[in-house]
């Protein structure tokens, strides 16, 4: 079992920037992945990005929306991973939920990102 649970959301006007952290416990593997999803009010929820590693590297991958202005990152040794936003628009506006697994079989409970125009 691998618990998640999310901080740094908030209430940011257009253009700022928000840090969004996921730290990790329970039992995680060697080749893992972790990623960052969102749901805005009315829509389905969304891959925003990725990241994966193993012994042979770690990769990245993002919404197309979102390149260029998120970076997703992770410390090992404090078993978290971080969504760095920046340039923020009104429609990223979201709950923002942390995932882990293979298959991102754990979910985190989500945490409120919302940008004022």
């Known amino acids: 079992q691998v618990q998640l649970v999310e901080s740094g959301g908030g209430l940011v006007q257009a253009g700022g920037s928000l840090r969004l952290s996921c730290a990790a416990s329970?039992?995680?593997?060697?080749?893992?992945?972790m990623g960052w999803f969102r749901q805005a009010p009315g829509k389905e929820r969304e891959f925003v990005a990725g990241?994966?590693?193993?012994?042979?590297?770690?990769?990245?991958s993002y919404l197309d929306s979102v390149k260029g202005r998120f970076t997703i990152s992770r410390d090992n040794a404090k078993n978290t991973v971080y969504l760095q936003m920046n340039s923020l628009k009104s429609e990223d506006t979201a709950v923002y939920y942390c995932?882990?697994?293979?298959?991102?079989?754990?979910w985190g409970q989500g945490t409120q990102v919302t940008v004022s125009s």
């Open positions: 990241i994966s590693w193993n012994w042979r590297g770690t990769s990245t």
């Open positions: 995932a882990a697994g293979r298959g991102y079989d754990y």
């Open positions: 329970g039992r995680t593997d060697s080749n893992y992945r």
